[in-house]
């Protein structure tokens, strides 16, 4: 059972581009979360996603970033327009179902993005 | 606003000897409370985590961490370090929720052989 995959692991992008990060959930799970991490911080929530929900976007910047988890497929972290603030470690992680006392969550390792 | 401190950036222990990493978070309620480690190149792995009961929690690979409410800290502890343990260590907190983590900046651990 492989884990939680993200791809690219690392990704260069221009001011003013987009930037898609994706997130394969470990198999049976159907729930996502995605995290970011800033240089020297810690992981900060973003998103909470069930198969095509969103259930808690609260960490979410209001304007250029969306995510989706749609019924086949990853899910995507897509950021529009980036800029150089938007460079950071992004973690997915997921779990069977919301992570709790019963339910641990998995993290991939990670998509590093870089905007030059 | 709910936050978690990792005073730590680097420790360095001799091989063999114990470890403590401090944690300390900032809530109001009791919070529910994790450990990660994260080795170069990896993703989080879970260590332990702490939601309510016996304030003494064992976790994998010998770790165990202890929830203090007087001093608002969850110290993740181990008695003898292996050169394997030498990774990045998080502490995390569910404040008011269990999948909506607050994590702390992370201490990382080198191993003196």
């Known amino acids: 059972n492989a884990g939680v995959m993200q791809n690219p692991r690392h990704l260069v992008r221009r001011r003013g581009q987009e930037a898609r990060l994706r997130c394969s959930p470990m198999?049976?799970?159907?729930?996502v979360y995605w995290y970011r991490q800033l240089p020297e911080e810690g992981l900060k929530f973003m998103v909470y996603?069930?198969?095509?929900?969103?259930?808690?976007e609260s960490g979410m910047p209001k304007e250029r970033f969306s995510a989706e988890f749609p019924k086949e497929g990853p899910s995507i972290l897509r950021i529009q327009q980036v800029v150089r603030g938007d460079s950071a470690a992004y973690f997915c992680?997921?779990?069977?179902?919301?992570?709790?006392?019963?339910?641990?969550?998995?993290f991939g390792q990670g998509t590093r993005l870089t905007v030059v | 606003a709910q936050s978690v401190t990792q005073p730590d950036i680097h420790i360095t222990v001799s091989e063999g000897a114990s470890l403590e990493l401090r944690c300390n978070y900032s809530?109001?309620?009791?919070?529910?409370l994790f450990w990660y480690v994260q080795s170069p190149g990896q993703g989080l792995q879970l260590l332990l985590k702490?939601?309510?009961?016996?304030?003494l929690v064992q976790g994998i690979k010998g770790f165990e961490a202890e929830f203090k409410r007087s001093q608002s800290s969850f110290n993740l502890r181990k008695p003898s370090v292996h050169w394997s343990d030498a990774a990045e260590y998080f502490c995390a907190v569910g404040a008011g929720s269990s999948y909506k983590l607050i994590f702390g900046s992370g201490t990382r651990l080198l191993v003196r052989p």
């Open positions: 996603l069930q198969k095509e929900n969103i259930i808690d």
């Open positions: 702490y939601f309510s009961g016996d304030t």
């Open positions: 809530y109001g309620a009791t919070p529910y």
């Open positions: 992680a997921s779990s069977p179902y919301t992570q709790g006392l019963n339910a641990e969550a998995f």
């Open positions: 198999k049976g799970h159907s729930h």
